[in-house]
């Protein structure tokens, strides 16, 4: 009597659509993970099973409908409890956990009774078996503990059973801390048909297939060579992260391998990241491949220990340069730039930057002497200490329109007063102006309340001077954006007759424009 008069309840009403997007929302932690990362995409994680307590009411049958709560499978769970989630997957791609087994070397008497009960390749094999009927195109497979090459041969053994139309395949390997990162050996069955391939913690040796049109490498074992090798050898590669270790980021092939009359081109490359090289791996590999051809470029170059931030982009990067309409610059070596509407081109370089005083680390190491024709600039960090090149980074500029500068705002009068400086003025066509305060005069010692409130005046004064000068040149900025969770927002109605609008924003971490 007690279930069915809840039938009756308001909540029991609501369309099974609403029903299970709440209970979607509220299970959303046990789906998504067991709290050791945020990021789902990293690997197939424990989830929680919470959420099963939900199944011994009403809400059972609305659950059994929907594949998402089934589509995670432990291949330690009993074959009985695999092939109910399996069935009621509806195809979903199933996101599979193994955890490997502890061996006998690893723990001499618990190893020994794991080992025997778990890793029995009959009924392993009997379960992926199980698993592998369910899957249509789609393989995650997550894969945790210390691999030995006993277990290697193992995990090589169950791919080879998986179904040869398999066009997606994760493997994400956990080790424990120190352990050495394997690399597996991919079935040719299985590779003959995959399109997207996504490596996490280990490495992979080829073939690959003609047919990758996705490929993924984190913190994998691959250098530049095999990278060059991958990209040579699938030539239809429409997205590609090489996110490895510095050692093998470090190793330099020598300059005989895999000549080329010409570099190769990526025709089909949509987006394509690189890290973490060296700068002579950079180079070995930008002379082998047309990567500014790429319409969504990342590159991480790490530095040695004690080398001076400077970095002047190669050639044919030059030319792109040359034609990009918006630059980034955030601290030393953190710098984006888009051209012909549809690329953009980010480099990372991270050199060995003292952490005190803290100005050192906003020195920027690219040269912008390339940059002729930029329209928008954001400065992400601007050190007074850097004035110098600032300023003739400003005058090499004079198509500019827009303007971003982050920084300290008792230390922003100077870079201000640059715009009213030249005749003609510097930057003739800017008409937009974002201000942030990064409140690091908060922490500033030595300096009393009265010096700051000097320095703040100062800077208003500045400001207020660079707007009126501008307006009597007929040549006014058309928008001033401010910080609105700083001190700008102090009445900054009194400029509103020299500008043509003044906009506080309270969110300067996304485009300022």
Partial sequence: MAEESNLFTRLCRLPDSVTLQILTAYCYEDLHGDGLDGNPDNGVFRLGRNWTKLTEVHWNNILKRSAEFWSFIDLSWPIELIEYHAGLSQGTP???????????SETPILGRLYLSGSTDLDRLSKKWNLVCTHWLEDIQLGVEGRLTEEKVALLTGLLDLCPPNVKALRIWLAQDAGAHEASISLPPRLMSN??????????????????????????????VYDIFQI??????????????????GAFLPPKTWAL?????????MRRLKLGQ????????????????????????????????PSFLLPARFQACASRAHSLSVW???????????QHVHSFNLNYDVPVSPLYLRYKPALSFSPFKFLRRLSIGTF??????????????????????????????????????????????????????????WKWEEGLSEEIISLQKDATDSCLEHLLRCR???????????????????????????????????????????
């Fill in 383 to 440: 050190a007074i200490q850097y004035y110098d090149l600032w300023t003739r980074t400003l005058y090499q500029v004079p198509y500019l329109t827009n303007i971003h500068i982050c920084g300290c705002h008792t230390k922003l009068s100077a870079i201000l007063k640059v715009f009213c400086e030249g005749a003609p003025f510097v930057c003739p066509q800017l008409s937009i102006i974002s201000l942030e305060d990064d409140d690091t």
């Fill in 94 to 104: 199933l996101k599979v956990r193994w955890k490997l087994p502890l061996g006998p």
């Fill in 194 to 223: 995959l399109s997207n391939l996504r490596l996490h913690h280990c490495g992979v040796s080829g073939p690959f297939s003609p047919f990758l049109e996705t490929i993924e490498v984190v913190t994998g074992n691959v250098n």
């Fill in 277 to 308: 090289l060296s700068e002579p791996t950079f180079g070995w590999l930008y002379t082998r491949v047309l990567l500014e051809e790429v319409p969504d470029l990342e590159v991480t170059i790490d530095f040695p220990g004690g080398a001076e």
């Fill in 471 to 513: 307006a009597d040149k007929g040549i006014p900025i058309q928008k001033l954006i401010l910080s609105g969770y700083s001190w700008w927002n102090e009445g900054p109605e009194r400029w509103n007759p020299l500008v043509g609008s003044i906009v506080l924003n309270e969110d300067m971490w996304t485009d300022p424009w």
């Fill in 231 to 248: 990209l040579s050898g699938c030539q239809v590669l429409k997205s590609c992260t090489f996110d490895v270790d510095s050692e093998s």
């Fill in 331 to 341: 601290r030393t070596g953190e710098v984006k730039y888009h051209f012909d509407t």
């Fill in 260 to 268: 080329r009359p010409s570099p190769l081109g990526l025709p089909h």
